[in-house]
Every structure is written in C-alpha cells, then in structure tokens.
C-alpha cells in the first residue's frame, strides 16, 4: 500500500528552527510537496521536490533523498504565524497525490 | 499561480437537503480540478477528479450518487451534497491542477449537517 509518515506534532520556540521529516512508500514517485495549511483554511504551496538535494526559498527549505523515500522542512527564524499544519504529499506513479496526515507545529514564544 | 475560489464559505443544512458547493478557477482555464474532504484533524482525502467536458473519475469508497460533481466550463466545477447527513458534516476543498504536477487551492468551504 501507500503510506506517508509525518510526527503528529512539534513545538518549537519562535526564532528557533525546526525540521518536519516526512518518508514515504509510493506506487511510483513524480515528486513530493510540502503544503502549509493554517486552521479552517485551505493549504498553500511551499515547495516542489523532484530531484534530491535542498531547496532553499526564504526562511524555508526542503530536501529530498528519493533512494531513501525521505524529506524534510526546515523552517528557520521561527515566527509565530508559522505555527500552522504542514503536510507532506507525494505524486504518485498516476499522478495523484499521496497525502500525509500533516504535522501540527505550534511555536511558543 | 492560479487564484481559485469557493462558494460558500460555509453552509449550516438540515438533514436530507441538498447542497451545492462552487469551485472557481479565476484567472486560469482549469481542464482538471479535484475535490477533497477533510475531516478535523485528518489530512485531505481525494473525494474525485473533476475534467472539463466530461464524467468525473470517483476515488474508491465515494459515492456518486451522492456527491454530484459537474464541470461544465474550463473556470466552474461544482460538488452537490445530495440528501445530506450530520456524517457528512466536513471541509470540502476543491483545487486547480496547473501545468502537470502543481495543485492550487481553494479556500474550502466548511459544511454543517445538523
């Protein structure tokens, strides 16, 4: 089957930097998402990977390891409207998106 | 990237009505939109694949006798809850596939059967 792991849950401290890992296990892989997605709203897009390595955009980059079916956000320079939902998502061999239950980061001042 | 909207925001129905969810592609013509659920604490569910022109594509376990969905233009789809019920009750997203990969949200509509 398909399956995406994420933590349920962190916390970190604004100013602060966190790393959310997400692995995955796919029917193929077209590339991996990151989405943020605040309370009673719709997610956002933050990041496409499709090859490994980083990818920096801002305070936030992604990384991906596809031998490893592994990825992570990294979030630098907390703030505190950054504590939101972020989900992990993987296009599969059929071009659906695989999604993970998403990690709840709450960030404390 | 694509600008999507949905109406309403928020619906609050009675049991058994029916409810009609809109999904709007503003400033890109959309061959493809999905609809999902979400239920609290739960990550998005793929209800269906919506393409312009023709009958959408049901992921296993929705029923679509019960969530009718139309596209009949390249900026309009809509999801109808028919004969709702309280189990119903969810966050309904729809989005924009743009390009080939690249998913754009719209702002969910929150759906209250009582």
């Known amino acids: 089957g398909q399956n995406i792991d994420q933590p349920t849950e962190m916390t970190a401290t604004e100013g602060a930097i966190v790393q959310i890992n997400c692995t995955y296990q796919t029917s193929g892989f077209n590339g991996l998402f990151w989405y943020q997605q605040h309370a009673g709203e719709a997610p956002t897009f933050l990041s496409y990977?499709?090859l490994d390595g980083l990818e920096e955009k801002g305070r936030f980059s992604s990384f991906l390891s596809r031998s490893k079916g592994y990825s992570y956000l990294l979030l630098k320079e907390l703030q505190m409207k950054d504590s939101a939902s972020y989900l992990c998502a993987v296009l599969d061999s059929n071009y659906q998106l695989i999604w993970g239950a998403g990690t709840k980061l709450i960030i404390k001042p | 990237g694509a600008v999507v909207s949905q109406h309403p925001s928020w619906v609050i129905c009675k049991s058994g009505t029916s409810v009609k969810i809109e999904c709007r592609s503003l400033?890109?013509?959309?061959?493809?939109m999905f609809w999902y659920r979400q239920f609290p604490k739960q990550s998005l569910m793929l209800m269906a694949t919506s393409n312009e022109g023709s009958k959408a594509t049901y992921e296993q376990g929705v029923e679509k006798d019960k969530f009718l969905i139309n596209h009949a233009s390249l900026t309009l789809s809509t999801l109808t809850v028919t004969s709702a019920h309280p189990e119903d009750s969810s966050f309904y997203i729809c989005s924009v596939l743009a390009g080939d990969v690249e998913q754009f949200f719209g702002p969910g509509t929150r759906l209250t059967v009582l």
């Open positions: 400033d890109f013509q959309a061959t493809t």
């Open positions: 990977n499709v």
